[in-house]
């Protein structure tokens, strides 16, 4: 089993860029999640999905935007990067409800 | 929505102590809880979790205990190892909720 896979792990971005961040997982979850990673802020949610085709925002979803079309992948969408979105993006994955996520390992993302 | 908050932003230990992380939840109607250990470069990763029927739950070297009445989880760490060296985190769940986390604590061990 692979996990919950995160690519790329490094990318740095020009302000007004856009990029996806790729999740995948192998576990057959329910649920996928995105957090972002800022110094003495602990993880926040940006976006949740709690199968194929349903998502809904969490604490901090400006500028970002999802999809779920498997069960498998779940994206995350910069539309237009700016530099308060330079951070490190944790996708985590379980069943649902929610009884402990399995996390990837990360995309630290710099946008300058 | 509801904040999980800590007691202790850093905690330095001596190898072979025990260590304690607190960690205070406001919301009543939590019903479960889960400690994760954060290492330099990587994701989180799940030690233990307890449901709000239950006081206290132990795994390998580590023990968390739940106080509703005053709203308080504590992880306990015990004979604590350098590779105890991470940041730890509390998270609470409301319900069918995503899980809220906390800031963190930055545990150091000190050989």
Same mark, same amino acid.
């Given at each position: 089993?692979?996990?919950?896979?995160?690519?790329?792990?490094?990318?740095?971005?020009?302000? *007004?860029?856009?990029?996806?961040?790729?999740?995948?997982?192998?576990?057959?979850?329910?649920?996928?999640?995105?957090?972002?990673?800022?110094?003495?802020?602990?993880?926040?949610?940006?976006h949740y999905s709690v199968g194929a *085709?349903?998502? @809904?925002? *969490?604490?901090?979803?400006?500028?970002?935007?999802?999809?779920?079309? #498997?069960?498998?992948?779940?994206?995350?969408?910069?539309?237009? &990067? &700016?530099?308060?979105? #330079?951070?490190?993006?944790?996708?985590?994955?379980?069943?649902?409800?929610?009884?402990?996520?399995?996390?990837?390992?990360?995309?630290?993302?710099?946008?300058? | 929505?509801?904040?999980?908050?800590?007691?202790?932003?850093?905690?330095?230990?001596?190898?072979?102590?025990?260590?304690?992380?607190?960690?205070?939840?406001?919301?009543?109607?939590? @019903?479960?809880?889960?400690?994760?250990?954060?290492?330099? *470069?990587?994701?989180?990763?799940?030690?233990?979790?307890?449901?709000?029927?239950?006081?206290?739950?132990?795994?390998?070297?580590?023990?968390?205990?739940?106080?509703?009445?005053?709203?308080?989880?504590?992880?306990?760490?015990?004979?604590?190892?350098?590779?105890?060296?991470?940041?730890?985190?509390? &998270?609470?769940?409301?319900?069918?909720?995503?899980?809220?986390?906390?800031?963190?604590?930055?545990?150091?061990?000190?050989?």
């Open positions: 089993n692979a996990g919950v896979t995160q690519t790329p792990k490094f990318q740095v971005l020009k302000t *007004g860029q856009s990029m996806t961040l790729q999740c995948a997982q192998d576990m057959n979850h329910e649920y996928m999640s995105w957090y972002r990673q800022d110094p003495g802020m602990g993880l926040r949610l940006i *085709g349903i998502t @809904d925002q *969490g604490e901090v979803p400006n500028g970002y935007n999802v999809s779920r079309s #498997t069960t498998e992948d779940f994206p995350l969408r910069l539309l237009s &990067a &700016a530099p308060s979105q #330079t951070s490190v993006y944790f996708c985590a994955s379980s069943y649902w409800p929610p009884y402990g996520y399995t996390f990837g390992s990360g995309t630290r993302l710099t946008v300058v | 929505g509801e904040s999980v908050g800590l007691h202790l932003p850093t905690l330095s230990v001596q190898e072979g102590d025990n260590s304690i992380i607190n960690c205070a939840y406001s919301n009543s109607a939590s @019903d479960y809880f889960i400690w994760y250990k954060q290492e330099s *470069g990587k994701g989180p990763q799940f030690i233990i979790d307890i449901r709000s029927n239950m006081d206290k739950r132990q795994g390998q070297r580590v023990t968390v205990l739940l106080n509703k009445t005053v709203k308080h989880l504590s992880l306990q760490i015990a004979a604590t190892q350098p590779g105890d060296s991470a940041v730890y985190f509390c &998270a609470e769940r409301i319900g069918n909720t995503p899980l809220v986390f906390g800031k963190g604590t930055r545990l150091s061990v000190i050989a």
